[in-house]
């Protein structure tokens, strides 16, 4: 049998003849790319939650944060995974079988398809938001329900705007440009934190709640972020005059490819649709409660794992069309590995740091030491599924390489009826803590589903391996995770989020964890930190 050194020696051998694991360097270095551009965008997502938590009532972001939801779902969707899924693929296809003027042509086409049906969704979304509010918020009183029908209307053109920004993205990966759409998103959280701190005031005096203040902020985010990938669209060729499909058999492959794909992606998307609808049925807050809680968690699922799975997926794809079977399977088993070697650490880490964590970001001014509590009690139950939703949007791709559309749907399907049976079981009492473990438990549910339905497909797919070394990853986080609890100790978190002590324990407890993960990983040899390291110190070489 092949020693580890052996089989890793085996792929760079392979790398340097041209083979599948030649693009183990490439991903780690177009990962670390838009996980530097996610993080100055999730850094700045966290200013501005708090920022929000410290100024508006709870009454006023329970309303603002059903409002966006159903904008910022279809946002996550196509920026995370529809459009990048459907048209990556199709977009290779083409130009490696019919030459760069023919995918031009293909992408105007698509963007022309895109432009009306995104126009249409919004307009509808406008004129039907006092039944969109009554159908996902029912248990909102006529005053909290009024208030949100108001900011729905707002802000559901954000969809537009999102649409058009994620088709973008997806052109600029597919020609391996990476940096401007993994920076765009931060331009969100700008306006938001402006719209926040000072647009906010001015809101009476043109007859609207402040709160009306955070639905146009994410309207002018929305044309920011889509007027920055202009530049690099016309750089590479892809800034395009929209024109209609005309028949264009592969804007209809892509769309075939896409609808299914929405349905997959979308039930994490639906999960927090009915989590929502649940939560407007109980105490004022909770819907605050658990926006705040998973946007924490999001850190690490959309930093690393959508990083991760958005570099990966061009290789895939060009793999899989060159007909390199066992290349594919590598370059996914080692897009898996990455991925845990990062979420479970930080599952550990934001489980033992829940309170401290919630009590920095949001602990201050509006947002008293009891609603720390209860988004910290939420926190707990979503960071136990970092590691699955982190696998979860790394294991999708591999679908999507193989233009395989239905076996997500199928998996999507188990998480959904996982989700609604356990929080129906749960929230009368559990609360709203109920519905945070039941969006980790159906995420598990997926996992499962996606790992035997692609076993299925493609054949073995190393997950002896990933085991081994997500075992190699546990046995690092355990006691990195003791260590973050006991400097945890030192804090007096009843003390707020702008107690300096508060704050340098926190930051420390998190440099320590850091640092004790990264020397046990070392120690026992993770080759993930290599590649990590590796891809960073290329980068910074190169300024």
Same mark, same amino acid.
């Given at each position: ?7 890793? %020696? ?21 990962? #670390? ?36 939801? !159903? ?93 058009? =920004? ?18 765009? &998103? ?8 402006? =719209? ?34 202009? &530049? ?111 979420? !479970? ?19 201050? %001014? ?19 599924? !970092? ?15 193989? %233009? ?9 399907? =188990? ?9 129906? #079981? ?60 006991? !400097? ?13 002590? %508060? ?41």
């Amino acid at each position: 049998m092949a020693s580890p050194d052996g089989l890793r %020696n085996g792929v760079v051998e392979k790398a340097a003849k041209g083979g599948g694991g030649g693009e183990r360097a490439a991903i780690a270095r177009r990962a #670390s790319i838009v996980i530097a551009g996610t993080l100055s965008s999730r850094a700045l997502g966290a200013l501005r939650d708090a920022v929000i938590a410290a100024t508006f009532s709870l009454r006023a972001t329970d309303a603002f944060f059903v409002a966006f939801t !159903i904008p910022n779902a279809l946002r996550v969707l196509l920026g995370e995974g529809a459009v990048s899924g459907a048209f990556i693929p199709v977009y290779t296809e083409v130009r490696e079988k019919e030459g760069p003027e023919r995918a031009r042509l293909f992408y105007a086409r698509l963007v022309g398809a895109m432009v009306l049906i995104l126009a249409s969704v919004a307009t509808a979304g406008v004129i039907a938001a006092p039944w969109l509010v009554t159908l996902y918020a029912g248990g909102y009183d006529a005053e909290r329900l009024d208030l949100t029908v108001l900011l729905t209307r707002i802000v559901f053109p954000y969809i537009f705007l999102m649409g058009l =920004a994620a088709l973008g993205m997806g052109a600029l990966h597919s020609e391996k440009r990476f940096a401007v759409p993994s920076f765009a &998103p931060a331009l969100l959280n700008v306006a938001l934190i402006a =719209a926040a701190l000072g647009a906010s005031g001015l809101m009476p005096d043109v007859g609207l709640p402040a709160v009306a203040a955070l639905a146009i902020g994410a309207l002018v985010g929305g044309v920011a972020q889509v007027l920055v990938q202009l &530049p690099v669209l016309q750089k590479v060729g892809l800034l395009v005059r929209p024109r209609l499909p005309g028949g264009d058999p592969y804007v209809k492959k892509a769309f075939g490819l896409m609808v299914p794909l929405l349905a997959s992606l979308g039930v994490y998307q639906l999960n927090i649709l009915l989590s929502r609808l649940f939560a407007s049925f109980l105490a004022e807050g909770s819907q605050s409660f658990l926006y705040y809680a998973q946007r924490l968690v999001e850190i690490p699922q959309g930093v690393f794992a959508f990083a991760i799975a958005s570099a990966a997926l061009p290789t895939l794809s060009v793999l899989r069309a060159k007909g390199d079977d066992a290349a594919v399977r590598e370059t996914f088993g080692y897009g898996l590995r990455l991925a845990l070697f990062v979420a !479970i650490p930080s599952t550990v880490a934001l489980a033992v740091l829940a309170e401290p964590t919630v009590t920095v970001f949001f602990g201050r %001014n509006s947002f008293e030491p009891e609603h720390v509590s209860a988004t910290a009690a939420a926190l707990v139950m979503m960071a136990a599924g !970092i590691w699955a939703v982190a696998s979860v949007r790394t294991v999708v791709p591999m679908f999507h390489a193989y %233009n395989d559309t239905r076996s997500p749907v199928v998996a999507s399907a =188990a998480n959904l009826v996982v989700f609604v049976g356990t929080s129906l #079981s749960l929230m009368n009492t559990l609360g709203h803590v109920g519905l945070a473990l039941a969006n980790s438990l159906a995420a598990f549910v997926q996992l499962v589903t996606l790992l035997f339905l692609l076993r299925r497909r493609v054949g073995p797919l190393g997950l002896t391996k990933v085991g081994k070394n997500a075992g190699r990853m546990v046995l690092c986080a355990l006691p990195m995770g003791l260590l973050v609890y006991v !400097i945890a100790g030192f804090g007096d978190w009843s003390r707020g989020g702008n107690d300096p002590a %508060n704050i340098g324990i926190f930051l420390g407890a998190i440099a320590a964890g850091g640092l004790c993960y990264l020397i046990l990983a070392r120690l026992l040899r993770a080759p993930e930190l290599d590649d990590v390291l590796g891809a960073v110190m290329r980068k910074l070489r190169r300024r």
